[in-house]
């Protein structure tokens, strides 16, 4: 049989399979070299077939790992729908809930669902216990003295050597240190903005970003964002001459997943310097793509710097150390100063741990683990989702992060479907936390970064029981 005949024919065998759901999103496949031994072929004949079904997005190759039926193929649910610009509707912070959902956290027992940070079976965190005792020992007293207020030198080299995704263009000076990325966002909003100013943010946006810009005095605006590519421009633009200052999460935002594709993003960073509006660009996710490369930030196309690039290693290596940074741009002095009287510096050990995560490979290594289980896990995940819950829920389709957002019945308030849920030791966070407005009461946010196994997959199946009783 001719050559070109052979891999379409293998292509076509497990097209089916994959269109029969005998192989399922998220099924990895069998080695080149064990099908190249099953259908006595050669091995550039499988390859051929595999980069055919990776041509109509059926299968995606992970780095080290191998080959996987992708999400793309046959899916079944639809994307969740996108929010309308509520200009006047009252303002009511659901500082309750969040509350309530902080509070299910003490109990170990509950499914972690809910959680914005990895699972700890999930952190290299033996390596990172190492590295606290070799800083312990080697570092000038311990760890005990100040450091200086744009923080440690050893760690903004490393962190500027690792960003390689800005083209070798920043160096250790151009970073300054803080308290993770929250502490990084509140730090830039001091030095920007002013009571009585106004905010732009996504919607849903990460609740954090609504209570600190509520906490500083400034107006909100939740623009409408789409679950695949993020904000809306042209509802920015409609809304531009009232902005004073943007905070986005542009690259696999929280709760959406959302990706702003480059061409927005270069058009977002020339409207607001053209508009001179500061940019908050929370980038913590960007590292976490499942695609083949991290993708961009604003920062890369910012050249009147107005973007201030903030990053951390709360979602991918230690929450609880509380390690973050920003390149500010042109306002790097104001930041400074902010930092000054706040928090003078941050833990010195800390920093050196991970400078020396990052100095080593050990960070990238981790990272690239770390990207294939979220993956994996976001994949089976949709399956069981697919699988287990209505027909009528609407998921997101996130190309990194670490959460899934879901829309389910209209007559479902996921605000008290949640006290149901922590009954039975199911977590989960409720739309509602994720905006000022009163919406997204039919919404959830799921977190996917926890151990895969029989447990996790009888939780998820338990929770989509639970939704379809309420129905
Ligand atoms: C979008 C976003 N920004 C900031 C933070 C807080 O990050 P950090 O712990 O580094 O302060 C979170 C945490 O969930 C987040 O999702």
């Not at 091995?43 to 041509?55: C, D, G, P």
């Not at 190492?130 to 744009?150: C, D, F, H, I, M």
């Not at 679950?227 to 690259?251: Q, R, S």
């Not at 990207?371 to 990194?400: A, C, M, V, W």
Request: some cysteine; overall charge positive; hydrophobic content about 40%.
């Amino acid at each position: 049989m001719a050559k070109e005949v052979l891999y379409l024919k293998i292509a076509n065998i497990i097209e089916e399979q994959i269109f029969s759901e005998t192989l399922k999103i998220g099924d990895k496949l069998p080695s080149i070299r064990a099908l190249q031994k099953l259908y006595d072929v050669r091995l550039n004949t499988i390859k051929q077939a595999f980069l055919e079904l990776e041509s109509k997005s059926l299968i995606e190759s992970r780095p080290k790992s191998g080959f996987y039926i992708s999400k793309t193929s046959n899916r079944k649910l639809a994307i969740p729908s996108m929010n309308k610009l509520k200009l006047s509707e009252k303002q009511v912070a659901p500082e309750d809930l969040i509350t309530k959902v902080f509070d299910t956290l003490k109990d170990k027992s509950i499914s972690r669902f809910s959680l914005g940070v990895p699972d700890e079976s999930l952190l290299p965190i033996a390596k990172l216990n190492k590295g606290l005792l070799k800083a312990a020992r080697n570092w000038a007293e311990s760890g005990t003295s100040y450091e200086p207020v744009q923080g440690n030198a050893n760690l903004r080299r490393n962190v500027a050597k690792w960003s390689f995704i800005l083209d070798g263009k920043l160096a250790e000076d151009d970073f300054v240190i803080t308290s993770g990325a929250m502490n990084a966002i509140y730090n830039c909003l001091m030095a920007v903005a002013k009571r009585g100013d106004t905010i732009a943010i996504e919607s849903p946006v990460y609740f954090g970003i609504i209570q600190v810009a509520q906490t500083l005095g400034l107006n909100i605006i939740e623009l409408p964002t789409h679950p695949v590519t993020g904000i809306d421009l042209e509802a920015l633009k409609k809304v531009i001459h009232k902005i004073d200052v943007c905070c986005f999460v542009t690259n696999f935002s929280n709760p959406l997943g959302s990706l702003m594709p480059d061409e927005s993003k270069i058009e977002l960073v020339k409207m607001l310097t053209h508009h001179n509006i500061p940019l908050i660009e929370d980038d913590l996710y960007g590292n976490l793509f499942f695609g083949r490369s991290r993708p961009k930030p604003c920062k890369y196309y910012d050249e009147a710097g107005i973007v201030m690039w903030c990053g951390s290693v709360s979602k991918t290596l230690a929450p609880g150390y509380r390690v973050g940074w920003v390149v500010p741009g042109k306002f790097k002095d104001q930041i400074i100063r902010e930092k000054l009287v706040q928090t003078i510096c941050q833990p010195s050990l800390y920093q050196e741990v991970v400078a020396d995560f990052l100095e080593h490979g050990r960070y990238d290594h981790h990272l690239r683990n770390f990207r294939n289980t979220l993956y994996t896990n976001s994949l089976h995940f949709q399956r069981t989702i697919e699988d287990h819950f209505p027909e009528n829920t609407k998921i997101s389709q996130p190309q990194g992060g670490s959460f899934l957002w879901l829309e389910v019945d209209k007559s479902i308030d996921t605000a008290v479907l949640f006290d149901t849920a922590v009954k039975q030791k199911i977590g989960f966070a409720p739309g509602r936390i994720f905006t000022q407005h009163d919406q997204y009461n039919n919404c959830m946010r799921l977190n996917f970064a926890v151990e895969w196994n029989e447990k996790t997959e009888f939780d998820l199946k338990r929770l989509g029981q639970l939704i379809k009783n309420t129905i």
